[in-house]
């Protein structure tokens, strides 16, 4: 649950900006970025440096994902197999 100072925003919705212009409209000249590059497409990465150049904004990759540091209980990733859900439940087979 979001608290009531969130605004949920899903990227690609209409009336919804993309990440480099909300952070170019919400950020000060002078102001820093970091951004973990492997969650992003090189077009966004560009975009993003581009539009956040222009406001003096410094935008750092960060190649180590901040969470994954922080993170000192993270349980074990899972080994079991892999189950494909019916159509019903995911909408679509596998093969789509």
């Not at 990227?11 to 590059?37: M, Y």
């Not at 222009?54 to 540091?69: F, G, P, S």
């Not at 993170?71 to 892999?82: A, H, I, L, N, Q």
Request: net charge negative; no cysteine; hydrophobic share 35%.
């Amino acid at each position: 649950e979001l608290g009531k100072d969130w605004s949920l925003q899903k990227q690609g919705v209409p009336g919804t900006p993309k990440i480099s212009e909300w952070l170019s409209d919400k950020l000060k000249p002078g102001a820093n970025v970091a951004i973990d590059p492997y969650l992003h497409t090189a077009i966004e990465v560009e975009e993003i440096e581009k539009k956040l150049a222009e406001k003096k904004i410094n935008l750092k990759l960060v190649h180590d994902n901040l969470v994954d540091a922080l993170w000192e209980s993270r349980p074990p990733f899972p080994t079991s197999p892999v189950r494909i859900h019916p159509p019903e439940w995911a909408g679509k087979t596998s093969a789509e």
